[in-house]
């Protein structure tokens, strides 16, 4: 087909060039970002591409009644709010853009590092409520530790690039063979759980990433460590991190994804916090974001860029 016969349902608002170039390439793009599930899925059968973030979850129910999608364009990095494989069986095309905020994901990441070595967050807090206090917050340098990074695709591979210019050992640990290069040696998960000093989460959210971060993941580092998540919340266990952090195993946790959130990502849960949770919110050495590692202008751009080009090529292979 070509692309002035291709309907395209926008059910989230996203960067105008997204809409904008897509329409000057010859698709028929329309808008819905306010109609229940249902009611989409009544209409789903009209269009043959979705774009979307993570306003729901695209299931086997909605998937059976799109009986003329060819793809489904999610507007960041992962794919966990749809049935993948189900989609593929029935031929739809699956798109990602996992390159439009890996940069910004890299350096989120080393910020809150190095938020946690300086006691950035902790320190300013005290002087804006009048305390002046130098020894309490002697921090670490980063030179010469080792850095594990688990998970590295595009999101390890920019934190890896990002830590560069310090003096610092940067380990891999991946599930694919030969993903290291000159930025991260990969290593076996014994060498990694016996060397890092710095844990770094970069794994999409599948079934064998889920709750990986556990009391027997922690006790298996060999020293105490500091933890980053920009990933995927549901890839920790709270209540075990919590556990960590008060042992003194987890030196200090920045944390930008947390288990508690909602699947689309915009809103935590409601009701009662969890102790754990009030833990975090409370803990000094833990630095918490509302899951903005990627969430810069420039990725908004370059989020939306990379579908657009990605939607045409598609329909460029024919």
């Known amino acids: 087909m070509k692309p002035q016969d291709i309907k395209i349902l926008h059910l989230d608002s996203n960067h105008p060039l997204l809409r904008n170039q897509l329409e000057t390439a010859g698709f028929q793009n329309y808008d819905d970002f306010t109609s229940t599930k249902e009611a989409i899925e009544a209409k789903i059968s009209e269009y043959h591409g979705i774009v979307i973030r993570s306003r729901f979850k695209i299931d086997r129910i909605f998937l059976d009644k799109a009986t003329n999608l060819q793809f489904i364009a999610r507007v960041g990095a992962g794919l966990e709010s749809i049935d993948c494989d189900y989609a593929i069986t029935k031929g739809i095309h699956l798109i990602a853009a996992p390159e439009g905020n890996r940069n910004a994901v890299g350096e989120h990441a080393l910020g809150m590092l190095l938020s946690l070595f300086n006691n950035l967050n902790k320190a300013n807090n005290e002087v804006k409520s009048g305390q002046w206090n130098r020894e309490a917050n002697r921090g670490y340098e980063l030179d010469g530790k080792t850095v594990g990074i688990i998970g590295y695709g595009n999101m390890g591979k920019s934190f890896a690039k990002k830590l560069r210019g310090f003096e610092v050992e940067v380990l891999c640990y991946d599930i694919a063979p030969n993903v290291g290069d000159a930025n991260a040696r990969q290593v076996t998960l014994q060498e990694f759980q016996d060397k890092v000093d710095v844990v770094s989460l970069h794994t999409p959210w599948t079934p064998e990433t889920d709750k990986m971060i556990n009391t027997d993941f922690i006790k298996e580092l060999s020293k105490p460590f500091w933890f980053i998540n920009t ?77 657009v080009d990605k939607i045409i090529a598609l329909y460029e292979q024919g």
């Open 231 to 307: 990933a995927r919340g549901n890839s920790v266990v709270t209540v075990d991190l919590v556990a960590g952090l008060k042992s003194g195993k987890i030196l200090g946790a920045g944390l930008d994804v947390l288990e508690y959130e909602k699947l689309s990502f915009e809103t935590l849960f409601e009701g009662e916090k969890p102790e754990a949770f009030e833990y975090l919110l409370h803990a000094p050495n833990v630095l918490l974001t509302p899951h903005i590692a990627g969430w810069t202008f420039e990725s908004k751009v370059g989020l939306a860029q990379t579908i």
